[in-house]
């Protein structure tokens, strides 16, 4: 059983899900989704091997992190840093072929693929703002 499990809010689950699918190569575990007055309140997302995150919209006023820096000076400008100040780090068997992907996807690229010592990583954004690292181990 996975010891840590990433919880991600976004304003549109159902989009979120089809656009992560698309972009990151995730899939939606089947009947996992969870849908109350039109959102989705729960979905879990197959990262790989098994490996899980969550995903929900949990009400009508939750702002993504994009839409929140649009009317947060301070969360735009701590946002200028291609960091990942909060997300979560995905390991991936071919970096080059995924962030191929995920810009086709329209995901914003924070970083190139850079060598570290962990193994070859780039840093994107997702539809709605978060952030994510994804690792091929050396």
């Known amino acids: 059983m996975q010891t840590v499990v990433p919880m991600l809010s976004y304003e549109d689950g159902a989009a979120a899900i089809d656009w992560l699918c698309r972009a990151f190569g ?36 939750y702002e993504s992190p994009r839409r929140h820096r649009e009317g947060c000076e301070a969360a735009k400008r701590w946002s200028q840093a291609p960091w990942v100040i909060d997300g979560v780090l995905v390991r991936v068997l071919d970096v080059d072929r995924h962030r191929r992907r995920s810009q086709d996807e329209g995901a914003e690229m924070l970083s190139e693929i850079e060598e570290t010592p962990f193994g070859r990583l780039y840093r994107a954004e997702d539809v709605e703002g978060h952030r994510w690292m994804f690792l091929e181990p050396t």
């Open 26 to 61: 995730f899939r939606e575990r089947e009947g996992s989704r969870r849908v109350d007055e039109g959102r989705v309140t729960h979905a879990e997302l197959d990262v790989g091997d098994g490996t899980v995150v969550f995903l929900a919209s949990p009400t009508p006023d």
